[in-house]
């Protein structure tokens, strides 16, 4: 392994601790070497509004004492340029006579895209672009979707049977998976901006939709489907800590204004068919800082993500049982009556979690 792949793999390993934290903020680690190749400072991503992981770096240098005068800052994605909800990275860098960056990737937020590169080498700081950028952009997957495409990752979760039953003919459904999976998701959860859930869920199970099996130092959001705002006052996600967003086409004021006094955000977005239009959702939920959308939803929600279109990514856990026919599958679509019109996806990773099969398999061509 070169010196700068050691290097960015040691600020990858600084990134992979703002998994759970740094929402809407891409996960970045930063790595400060001196000229004998000792790590004189590190750092990594802090909570929306917090320092980036470069003044994370240079604060731990000058906390332990260390010069950093010349030394080099590996970091795994472009320094920003930009006066966001924080200061430019890139000029502390600079401020503070870093020699050399090492940037594993170009940010694509418009406000940077290459501005932050082109500012170190105009103060004269050397720059170089790589190693790490196919592990960046994986890392902040969603980060790179919203820029993108302006539409949050959508991560469909799913637990079923071998046989991809999810409930019963009689509805019976709690546990097929096992603690182990259920656990497991909820590190899933908490990597999330966002969970979404349709109103047929909130009012058969009534889920917190939070995280709990795994420790995090913050939680998610929770978006609903309800079109007629059916939803009961005294529902979990209501008291979601960091809100429950509401995606309905109801116009019906007095239980806006309920919601709304629950603290809840109630957004009216119907599409011509009188359903709560799906795409439109996902670019508001962009726009309101989801980068990653992990659906926990039933049936009809799922099936009607996925015939639109909408669904990238699928994470399935699998517990070895069959639960055999007259059953319910994963998500409403179909019947197909054409083999080709199935929905290709691409094995992205298969793992055992206790007892059970994890599959991650993404929509081809995301
Ligand atoms: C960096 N280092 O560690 C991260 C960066 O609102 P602000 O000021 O926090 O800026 C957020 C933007 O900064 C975010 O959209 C992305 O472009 C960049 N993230 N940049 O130099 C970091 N997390
Ligand atoms: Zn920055």
Redesign the pocket.
Known sequence: MTPSAHFMNKAFEQAAQALFL?SP??R?GCVIVNDAGQIIGQGF?QQA?GP???IMALRDAAAKGNEVHGATAYVT?E??SHH???GP?CDALVAAGIGKVVGALT?P?P??AGRGFERLRAAGVEVEVGPGAAESRELNIGFFSRMIRGMPWVRMKAASSLDGVTALHNGKSQWITSPEARADGHAWRARACTILTGIGTVLEDNPRMNVREVETPRQPRVAVVDSRLDIPLGAHVLQAPSGCLIYTCSTDQFKIKQLQALGATVIHMPNAAGKVDLAAMLRDLAARGTNELHVEAGFKLNGSLIREGLVDEFLLYQAPKLLGTGAMGIANFGPLDDLNKGLALELHEVARVGPDLRIVARVEGR
């Open positions: 740094s903020n891409p970045v991503t509004g980036h992981a470069e994605l320094p920003c966001g909800r924080t990275c940010d937020n406000q940077v």
